[in-house]
């Protein structure tokens, strides 16, 4: 299994797709997303099955703009526009560190990339 032992971290994880695969070859799962519907469909399916049920699910929560890591995602104009804030400075105030840190499908909607990129960067463990 490739990602035995490492710890992963899916930030944006929405159902729960790719943290589910990346479980199923070793990956010891962390993720997280502000839906709560997300959220709540991701850790329904994962417990369906014993390779994927020891997966961290975790609702994004707000916090200090200095403190948080976050993504800003805009909602595009045929769904009414709006944004919001995918929060995961809890995290990096527990002092969590990962081998990985992934984001699919999420930096097409991210409106200033560089700093996005950069928000995540606590989280990666320096080793």
């Not at 020891?54 to 890591?69: K, N, P």
């Not at 104009?77 to 919001?84: V, Y």
């Amino acid at each position: 299994m490739p990602l035995r032992g490492l710890r992963v971290a899916d930030v944006g994880c929405g159902g729960g797709i790719l943290s589910e695969a990346l479980c199923r070859i070793g990956g010891e799962m962390v993720s997280a997303d502000p839906g709560e519907d997300n959220i709540a469909a991701a850790k329904k399916h994962a417990a369906l099955s014993r390779h994927t049920s020891s997966i961290d699910y975790r609702r994004c929560t707000s916090g200090e703009l200095a403190e948080m890591v976050m993504l800003l995602l805009i909602g595009d104009a045929e769904r009414g526009g709006g944004q919001w804030f995918c929060v995961a400075d809890d995290l990096v105030a527990q002092g969590e560190q990962f081998d990985v840190v992934c984001s699919l499908e999420v930096i097409e909607h991210v409106s200033d990339v560089p700093a996005f990129l950069h928000s995540l960067t606590p989280l990666v463990k320096v080793s």
